[in-house]
């Protein structure tokens, strides 16, 4: 089980795989670890001395400039040292299979992998495979999971909304490709959400999608009306080819937000986005900018966020040992 | 106007994007700042805590390990945690603009960027749009400046000759492309060097040449007549190809620095590059290496004009307090 | 001679280039010292800050991911500043000679250079050329030398077998290709082991092979008999191609290591590999994996060992001044 993987004999996180099968208190004790990194990055030196001496590894088997960045950054401001891999250019060339790699990088002391990946179970694989005294962060597998990603939207949405049980959250976009979502749904409902809506397409959403514990609409007229919280998914080019859609501005009509289907929403509806957006294609250029948007503090929370994460899951390696005594 | 850009409301240097409008005084500052730093090289621990806790990105859209290299190094040795993005292979690949890239690194609480960038004025753009806490190093952009290139070199010269108004200099080569000549010119200009020549053939030289302050020339003998300083430009092997030149040889025949050549100067002439050179091309091996070549000087004074400069910025993010009292 | 090039006035190691020449008193020295910081990885806080303000600048003009992470880990582990230049991608790419290449980075006052390069002699070749102040460390250089990954081997056998005056060590592969074995042969007679023998079909070998003080070998069953330590070596793609080996299967059958292979030697032989291994070409899954196997140890140990190779080299910089007693 994902859940019992991720936790310590002491029912720590040890590894952050997936939002699945953690408890309410968990993503809470996250997210109020994360409010006290926050607070910190507003001082003149951000950086505290939590995990010096500690080596992080960004395995990247698949390249992302600005997921790398924002680890790289809370690790360096954990005051841990920070190696990079980029695989696909490197190791594999020689041929060498990941669990060599994976069993080379332990034998070099490393305490944390963060870990990207194509291949929907890769971080799981190597969190089953890795020596007890590592910690592996899933920073996004395949269509599977996005974990830290859910983690920073939920943080967000708690910053302005306070109490999860009254929102209406509606996730709109390529549902069925994206594991931005469904680490989204998971948190939402494990935090609570009176309801999260799915708004696409049918050939952009998985079969049987009400088992993952939401609402499915197919226009957002009906699918905006009445919500908290609106969140835009970044629509992969590749499927324009795939012929999942007819084309960009079709797409756009239907289900880009806009500022007349903003109306649709509460009048305080906030609007979120992993990023990076495409202005013009799944969200206007105004309501990405707009009063409504909190795509940038999304981002800003992105590094306390992780840095929580890290922290707890070094923590929990040392048998809920705290380091910030030090 | 870019001289007003770059200092905050009390006169300091927030951003260092060209020389063009900033004063005499500042020039002086930079250059008296980079002295205290050169001192400490001389240590066993180069390494000061001045920007600990502090993040730096190096933005480079245009590849360059030299320039690259140098940034990074006065970056550790103020202690400053730096990121590396090589964007051309990376977000933008994904599609995203170059102001969202920005607005996303604020977000992450970066102090600074250090931006390299193949179109002029980009580093301008990212300032004028960049938010209030953060400042802005040019480190190269297109054919228009090189600011921090310029700060090096007039170091190096007034190392050596202490006193700029008494001062011929003449910059030789490619002045018509190149981004380090015109920041060269507008310093010297402004420290108020006696004359400033340009040597290059006339397919060279921009139109009205004389504009920027500068008495041109279309052959080394009359050039080179009685001055104090050379500095020969890199010869982008792209011009021979574009027909602005006829070949490698035929140009080093009559603009590459020799030995011979070199005696038309005055006898203590100084010899400069900004790197790197192009042995037998621009310069002839023996009076690269030679006894009037500061070549290897100007790189070691690199790291301490890039320390003052970014040290200075920072400190002027901040209403002018110092970061020294630490 | 490469031996006095190495060491300083005081004989004290200065660069580590090769094995060859060294004393038996010095390579016991570096395993000394390496064992300290063997036990130091076993506290909490993995770093010490003996390199504190010094900067390493890891020059690989052949990639190797591997080698250059465990570089960077030692070197960070010694608070060191790290630099990472890839030059076949950069400044080579602007047709600068390396020569310069090393002066420029000599002025930006670099304390050490870590060298990987396909050119045989090219660690040579700088320390010869490089400034006083500054230690090249040989990271594998052609078909030379890897002297670390040699040294690191023998710290291996040292802490299993105790003493080499017992052991009788083989190495198995391509012996005519592998700067690894080159350096191993070297360590090993001059450690003082009582046999050393290479196992290779007759086209791996050099010519007059045991010119290098080496016993040959052309097949297992003879070669594994009573030996102590093997040392498989990893067969090179190319080599299939180039018609010195019939086939990858035929080359397993005669030459892989495999669990009934392992069999003719003692029953407490180590099993070794400088890695990444070939999984069934030269050595079986079970075997690489097994009881007799170091092949991880290799690893761990290949941390402290160069941890105690850039100490040893930068104390010797600075006329044998400990920088411990910091």
Do not use: W
Not at 222 to 247: F, T, Y
């Amino acid at each position: 089980m994902a859940g019992n993987l991720q936790l310590n004999a002491e029912g720590r996180l040890k590894h952050f795989l997936t939002i699945e099968g953690l408890s309410r208190e968990l993503l809470i004790e996250i997210l109020d670890t994360a409010e006290s990194f926050l607070s910190m990055s507003q001082h003149q030196v951000q950086k505290v001395p939590i995990l010096r001496g500690k080596t992080i590894v960004n395995l990247f088997f698949e390249n992302s400039t600005r997921t790398r960045t924002t680890f790289e950054l809370a690790a360096q401001r954990l005051s841990a040292d920070v190696v990079t891999m980029n695989i696909a250019t490197s190791a594999t060339s020689k041929g060498e299979s990941l669990l060599d790699t994976i069993r080379n990088l332990e034998a070099m002391r490393v305490d944390m992998f963060v870990v990207r990946h194509a291949i929907s179970g890769a971080a799981h694989f190597i969190a089953q495979h890795t020596s007890p005294n590592l910690s592996v962060i899933n920073a996004g597998d395949g269509q599977h999971a996005h974990p830290t990603q859910a983690m920073l939207d939920m943080f967000t949405i708690r910053q302005l909304k306070k109490d999860f049980s009254q929102l209406k959250v509606a996730i709109v976009g390529d549902i069925l490709h994206s594991r931005v979502a469904r680490s989204q749904i998971q948190a939402l409902n494990i935090l609570g959400a009176a309801q999260v809506r799915v708004i696409a397409p049918k050939t952009l959403l998985p079969a049987y999608v009400e088992k993952l514990g939401v609402t499915p609409f197919h226009n957002m007229e009906q699918g905006l009306d009445d919500i908290d919280v609106i969140i835009m998914l970044r629509l992969q080019k590749e499927r324009m080819n795939s012929a999942l859609l007819p084309s960009e501005s079709e797409y756009f009509k239907c289900f880009g937000l806009t500022e007349k289907k903003l109306k649709l929403a509460k009048p305080d509806v906030m609007v979120m986005h992993p990023g990076p957006i495409n202005r013009g294609v799944e969200i206007e250029s105004s309501v990405a900018d707009g009063a409504h948007s909190v795509i940038l503090q999304q981002v800003n929370n992105g590094i306390a966020v992780r840095m929580a994460i890290m922290t707890m899951a070094m923590q929990a390696q040392n048998g809920g040992h705290s380091y910030e005594q030090h």
